[in-house]
């Protein structure tokens, strides 16, 4: 059976809300990737998706300067 920390791991990413706000990456996630964000309060989100899909957001936030890990 997998770990589900893995899997949660896999199919999500939480950042502090005011990440998404700089240069409107919210919109770009949501045009370009299959994911759903969410308000998680407290001024963080979650971004929500299939495990490819997490990836390559998870990439293209990279390559924007944004540090997830």
Known sequence: ???PA???DSTQIVLPREIL???DLESQLE???TVTIFD???G???I???PVEIKAA???LVRQGVSVS
Do not use: A, N
Request: proline letters at 4%.
């Open 1 to 3: 059976m997998p770990d």
């Open 6 to 8: 893995r899997l949660r």
């Open 21 to 23: 706000e700089i240069e």
């Open 31 to 33: 045009e370009q990737f």
């Open 40 to 42: 998680e309060g407290e």
């Open 44 to 46: 963080y989100c979650r």
């Open 48 to 50: 929500i998706g299939s």
């Open 58 to 60: 998870s990439d293209f």
